[in-house]
Each structure stands twice: as structure tokens, then as C-alpha cells.
């Protein structure tokens, strides 16, 4: 991490949404966080590993991407929140304006006003006397790129590009040495960037950043819109839950699921709810509850929940005995699904020992799809429903493309032909094909490993871009840009 040595900063890492919440020791025993989820488990076990107790929580922006923990840690702790008075939260805080300091003690936090990922945003420079030392960026300045201007709709993103022209013109004037923590990283779905580094410097960012070295906003601003892909729905209403503030939770209850006996899981199917597997997918693709959706319990569980779930209605978990109910829960209600009825009890063993039926998905290995050529008429339908980045760069010959995000808005206007579902690995193909046979699609199967799995085993060479009738199928996906990211 780019941190200065006489400033002691531990970075929380979300791999699955992509983000860095940190922790900066005051040199008292207390500590500032910021950005923190309302998933403190990792937050609270570093301070209590060094010691610490969590005196200021300050939030960059509206995060439309989790829910902050900035309410918890006021309501447990006595923190002081630290936000934007722009933001208008609805919740008790200390309302900053661009160029308001906070004393820490010993440190001083500035507010900077950096609009452009939201309109309301704050970047919050750290000095040790008059020197800067480092500054959080939030969703402004992030390694190699910015974060996306598009969240609060097509009318505004074309002036909040604009502003985030300007904010980072106005944190590359920061002395080259100051430590540069943005919230947004590799991963993330409110930015473009890829690579392993999550903090860098302003130095490292001048010499490398090619959206920081551009001079001419016109540029700028088709470089950053260019670089944009879809993002989940629960993007569109989480900002919102973050100005009123997330309800306060019991925080040794929340990590639990209530068992529910298979008559109730039945009552809650046939009113509705969605019952989502967490098992790993062969274990799903061998039996599962019909109708039910696999979303492997993995670090993106969150994130695909979010997405394809509808945003009303229960869900019933099925998990595996080895699976720790807390590490579905928490990420759960870390963007704002806070109506998990519960799990089978029993698991899917219940099930059947209740004398019901389950369903099965064929799996197949990327060797068994047939090489192309004339051949391929009559074959299944290879479906491929990664993100558009990864599918222009290299899919299948005459593979359909949707992605999955959209297809729960698609799944019934395909064609009733014989699909198989590809994508990166497995996962996101698993819950596709769920998808499908809930919409009524009954010769589906799935793919476990990618296409270049597939090119290997073949030979045979990928397609790249999105051209052609199959190619074009995800352009009409909600909310997205020119190209989209890759995503596990």
C-alpha cells in the first residue's frame, strides 16, 4: 500500500464488490474509517487486532454500490459521521463544505469537493501539519482511471463527466508524493480499471493514468464513457437507502438464516418467493428444488444476488452443511436484501426425504462442444452471458450474446431451441440456465470453463468484437456503455 511510514493505515479489501474501506490510527487509540460497509466483520476485527476504537466514520459519496456502516458505527460506537453536506442525509452527521477541516488529533482531514462519480462527493485529504501525507478519493481519482459518471441517470452523465474532468485536474495539483486511497478498484462495478494495485500516489497516477493526462476534456469525457459497462439494478435505489440511512442491525442476530420445514418453503415458492441454492454448481446441476436459482457461494455472491433476483419478494436460501449461514447473510444485506425469509432446513436432502421432485442440469466440459462448421445446424445453442468486454473479446463462432444481468428480462423471448450456457468459469453460466428453465426453457445445459478453454481443447480460434445478428444481442442491455468489464 502507498501509505507514508509515520502514518498507520490498514485497508479492508471487499474482493466481491471491488472496493477498499480503510482504517487510519489517530495515534491515540482511536481511529477514523472511511468508507466503511455495513458488513463491519473485517473492519472490526483489524481495529480490535490493533487496538483501536472507531472515533470518526467518514463516507466519500452516496454509495450506490453497498450500504455504509457509517450509521452502525455512530449507533455502537459513538462515532462521528463525517459526509457531505451536500448529500442531505437524513441521519445525525457533520455536514462538510470543500475546504472545512476536521482536527483528529495530530492529523487534519480537509474536505475537498470532487463531483463527477456523484454529484454530492467529497474527497478527504490527510495532513501531518502542513504537509499532505495522502487523500481518500472515494469514486473520484482511482488507480489508472476514474469511477464512472453515469449512476444518476443518462441526463446527468455527460455533466458529471465534465466535473470529474475537473476534480481530477484539481487532485493532480497535490504534491506528487501524497498517497492516493480510493474506495473504488479493480473489481468494482463503479469503476473501469483492472490490475492488482487498489492505492497508488499522485506521482504514480501523473506518469501512468492516461484519463489524468489528458488535458482536453472532450477527450476525457469519450475516453471515460467509453470505458463503461452495465451495472447491477440495486444500483439504482441503494444511493437513496445511504441519505436516509440503513437501519440499524443487532449486530450478533444478523449473520443467522431461520430454518424454515419444507411445507413453508413450499407456501413461500407458491407466493413468490425465490428460493436461491449457494451450493457449489455441480452439487446444484445433480439436484436442486425446481425453479430455483444457483448462485454459488463465492466472493461475487453479493453482486449476482443483487442483480438477478427481483427486488420484491422473499428468498429462500439452500445451502450446504459446510456453509456458514453469516457469509450468505452479511453479504446480503451489505446492498440492501434484507428479506431472507430464511434456508431449508435440511437442505435439499429435506427435500427429498419430503418426497419431491428435483431438478437436473447437465453440465458439459468445453471439449464437448462440437468445432465449428456446417455441422453446427441442429446443434444446441451455445449462449454466452459474460460481460460485453469479455465476450468481444473472444467468444465461440455464432455464439448468442446476452448478458446475464439482462436475461431475467430476456429469458422468455429466446428462441425454444437446445441452449448451452457459457461463461468465464461455470458460475454465472449455472445461474443462466437457471434462469432459462424458469422461463420455461427445458433443454438447457451448462458449461463448466470458458471459451478459451474451449479454443485450447479445440484449436479452434475465438471471434472477437460484437458484430453480426448474435453478437449484438446484449447492446440493449440496461444502463450500458460502450464496453463492458470483465466479471467472474
Same mark, same amino acid.
Given at each position: 500500500?502507498?501509505?507514508?511510514?509515520?502514518?498507520?493505515?490498514?485497508a479492508?479489501?471487499?474482493?466481491g464488490l471491488?472496493?477498499?474501506a480503510?482504517?487510519?490510527?489517530l495515534?491515540?487509540g482511536?481511529? %477514523?474509517?472511511v468508507d466503511p460497509?455495513?458488513?463491519?466483520?473485517a473492519?472490526?476485527?483489524?481495529?480490535r487486532?490493533?487496538?483501536?476504537?472507531?472515533?470518526?466514520?467518514?463516507d466519500?459519496?452516496?454509495h450506490?454500490?453497498?450500504l455504509?456502516?457509517? =450509521?452502525?458505527?455512530?449507533?455502537?460506537?459513538? !462515532?462521528t459521521?463525517?459526509?457531505?453536506?451536500?448529500g442531505?442525509?437524513r441521519f445525525?452527521h457533520?455536514?462538510l463544505?470543500d475546504?472545512?477541516?476536521?482536527?483528529?488529533?495530530?492529523?487534519?482531514?480537509t474536505a475537498?469537493a470532487?463531483?463527477?462519480?456523484?454529484?454530492e462527493h467529497?474527497?478527504?485529504?490527510?495532513?501531518?501539519?502542513?504537509?499532505?501525507?495522502?487523500?481518500?478519493?472515494?469514486?473520484?481519482?482511482?488507480?489508472g482511471?476514474a469511477a464512472r459518471?453515469?449512476?444518476?441517470?443518462?441526463d446527468?452523465t455527460?455533466e458529471l463527466?465534465?466535473?470529474?474532468f475537473?476534480?481530477l485536474?484539481?487532485?493532480?495539483?497535490?504534491?506528487?508524493?501524497?498517497?492516493v486511497?480510493?474506495?473504488?478498484?479493480a473489481?468494482?462495478?463503479?469503476s473501469? #480499471?483492472?490490475g492488482?494495485r487498489?492505492?497508488?500516489t499522485?506521482e504514480?497516477?501523473l506518469a501512468?493514468?492516461?484519463?489524468? @493526462?489528458?488535458?482536453?476534456e472532450?477527450?476525457f469525457?469519450e475516453a +471515460?464513457l467509453?470505458s463503461? *459497462?452495465s451495472?447491477?439494478d440495486?444500483f439504482?435505489w441503494l444511493?437513496?437507502t445511504?441519505?436516509?440511512?440503513?437501519?440499524? +442491525?443487532?449486530q450478533?442476530?444478523? *449473520?443467522t438464516?431461520a430454518?424454515l420445514?419444507v411445507?413453508?418453503?413450499?407456501? %413461500?415458492?407458491a407466493d413468490?418467493a425465490?428460493?436461491?441454492?449457494v451450493?457449489?454448481?455441480t452439487e446444484y446441476?445433480?439436484a436442486?428444488? #425446481?425453479?430455483?436459482?444457483?448462485l @454459488?457461494?463465492? &466472493?461475487q455472491f453479493?453482486?449476482?444476488?443483487?442483480? =438477478?433476483? &427481483?427486488a420484491d419478494?422473499?428468498?429462500?436460501? =439452500?445451502?450446504g452443511p459446510?456453509?456458514d449461514?453469516?457469509?450468505?447473510?452479511?453479504p446480503a444485506?451489505?446492498?440492501?436484501?434484507d428479506?431472507?425469509?430464511?434456508?431449508?432446513a435440511?437442505?435439499?436432502g429435506?427435500?427429498?426425504?419430503a418426497?419431491?421432485e428435483t431438478?437436473r442440469?447437465r453440465?458439459?466440459?468445453?471439449g464437448?462442444?462440437p468445432p465449428p462448421g456446417d455441422?453446427d445446424?441442429?446443434? &444446441?445453442?451455445? +449462449?454466452d452471458?459474460?460481460?460485453?468486454a469479455?465476450?468481444?473479446?473472444?467468444?465461440? #463462432?455464432?455464439?448468442?450474446?446476452v448478458e446475464?444481468?439482462?436475461?431475467?428480462?430476456?429469458?422468455?423471448?429466446l428462441?425454444?431451441?437446445p441452449?448451452?450456457?457459457?461463461?468465464g468459469?461455470?458460475?454465472?453460466?449455472?445461474?443462466?440456465?437457471g434462469l +432459462?428453465?424458469? !422461463?420455461g426453457h427445458?433443454?438447457v445445459?451448462f458449461v463448466?470453463?470458458?471459451?478459451?478453454?474451449?479454443?485450447?481443447?479445440t484449436?479452434?480460434?475465438? =471471434?472477437?468484437g460484437t458484430?453480426g445478428?448474435?453478437?449484438?444481442?446484449? !447492446?440493449?442491455? #440496461?444502463?450500458?456503455?460502450?464496453r463492458g468489464?470483465?466479471?467472474?
Open positions: 500500500m502507498d501509505t507514508p511510514t509515520q502514518v498507520r493505515l490498514h479492508v479489501v471487499d474482493e471491488g472496493n477498499s480503510y482504517l487510519l490510527d495515534g491515540d482511536s481511529a %477514523l474509517a460497509p455495513r458488513d463491519l466483520r473492519l472490526h476485527a483489524r481495529a487486532a490493533e487496538g483501536l476504537r472507531i472515533r470518526f466514520a467518514a466519500t459519496h452516496l450506490a454500490d453497498f455504509t456502516g457509517a =450509521v452502525q458505527l455512530a449507533h455502537d460506537e459513538g !462515532a459521521v463525517l459526509a457531505s453536506a451536500a442531505r442525509r445525525a457533520r455536514g463544505h475546504g472545512e477541516e476536521v482536527d483528529l488529533g495530530g492529523l487534519r482531514l475537498v470532487t463531483p463527477g462519480h456523484t454529484d467529497l474527497s478527504f485529504l490527510v495532513a501531518d501539519g502542513p504537509r499532505p501525507v495522502g487523500v481518500f478519493t472515494g469514486g473520484s481519482l482511482i488507480v482511471s459518471p453515469d449512476l444518476l441517470g443518462p446527468r455527460d463527466a465534465r466535473a470529474q475537473a476534480s485536474r484539481r487532485l493532480a495539483a497535490l504534491p506528487p508524493a501524497t498517497a486511497w480510493p474506495t473504488h478498484g473489481g468494482s462495478f463503479c473501469a #480499471p483492472s492488482a487498489r492505492t497508488s499522485i504514480h497516477e501512468t493514468n492516461a484519463l489524468l @493526462a489528458s488535458r482536453d472532450e477527450a469525457v +471515460l467509453g463503461l *459497462g451495472y447491477p440495486y439504482r444511493a437513496e445511504n441519505r436516509r440511512g440503513p437501519e440499524v +442491525l443487532d450478533a442476530g444478523a *449473520g438464516l430454518p420445514p411445507s413453508v418453503v413450499r407456501r %413461500l415458492r413468490g425465490t428460493v436461491v441454492d451450493r457449489p454448481v446441476a445433480a436442486h428444488v #425446481p425453479g430455483s436459482l444457483s @454459488a457461494l463465492r &466472493p453479493a453482486t449476482w444476488l443483487g442483480w =438477478v433476483v &427481483p419478494g422473499a428468498v429462500v436460501i =439452500v445451502r459446510d456453509q449461514p453469516a457469509d450468505i447473510v452479511w444485506l451489505n446492498i440492501g436484501v428479506r431472507l425469509a430464511g434456508e431449508l435440511g437442505g435439499i429435506a427435500w427429498v426425504a418426497g419431491h431438478a442440469t453440465i458439459l466440459r468445453p464437448d462442444l455441422a445446424r441442429g446443434r &444446441p445453442r451455445v +449462449l452471458v459474460r460481460q460485453t469479455e465476450y468481444a473479446a473472444g467468444h465461440l #463462432p455464432s455464439a448468442r450474446h446475464l444481468g439482462v436475461l431475467p428480462h430476456r429469458a422468455a423471448d428462441p425454444a431451441e441452449t448451452v450456457v457459457m461463461c468459469h461455470g458460475e454465472r453460466a449455472a445461474t443462466a440456465a +432459462l428453465e424458469r !422461463a427445458h433443454d445445459a463448466v470453463g470458458g471459451p478459451g478453454d474451449w479454443a485450447d481443447l484449436g479452434h480460434a475465438l =471471434v472477437t458484430d445478428p448474435d453478437g449484438a444481442d446484449g !447492446a440493449d442491455a #440496461p444502463r450500458t456503455g460502450a468489464r470483465a466479471r467472474a
